[in-house]
């Protein structure tokens, strides 16, 4: 039983992506944020949510739930509606190191130095003791994270799928 068919007011922005099987592709609703449905919920009244096949946990600091700002829910919802192309895409800063995952460079390990324009990137690789700056897509790196919290409401195993 889903959370929305349980009277819970719950949203999980999605995306559209491309998917191949083996003898075609096909379209598919995916979460943009991967694993997390966001409910508003009394804490006193609960149990609707825990109880709910896949659920694993309400994100907290702690024993005590940590709200997500409404402000962000606003914009999430903006980014849901608005019929834009939105993608999951980690949060990057400038100084950052990140991992090259596509392209000629996979698997070379480099600090991002600018944040360029039509999703290019400049990243800084150190090569026999000189800096060189290398433009490349967005899509080839991934951030090298130190155990960064993440909070949402609800981690789910099924919120992967579809909260309704």
Request: aromatic letters at 8%; glycine letters at 6%.
């Amino acid at each position: 039983m889903s959370l929305i068919s349980k009277g819970v007011d719950a949203f999980l922005p999605e995306y559209k992506t491309r998917r191949r099987w083996s003898d075609r592709y096909k379209t598919i609703d995916c979460p943009l944020f991967p694993g997390y449905a966001f409910c508003r919920i009394d804490l006193q009244h609960r149990l609707m949510v825990v109880s709910t096949p896949g659920f694993l946990y309400i994100v907290s600091t702690g024993s005590k739930p940590t709200p997500v700002d409404e402000a962000e829910i606003s914009k999430i919802q903006a980014v849901a509606h608005s019929g834009l192309s939105a993608l999951p895409f980690p949060t990057l800063a400038v100084g950052q190191k990140v991992r090259l995952v596509n392209g000629p460079l996979t698997g070379l390990e480099a600090t991002l130095l600018e944040l360029g324009k039509h999703r290019r990137v400049y990243v800084g690789l150190t090569l026999l003791k000189r800096g060189v700056s290398v433009e490349v897509d967005s899509e080839w790196i991934l951030p090298i994270r130190h155990s960064d919290p993440l909070v949402c409401a609800v981690k789910s195993a099924v919120a992967q799928s579809s909260v309704n």
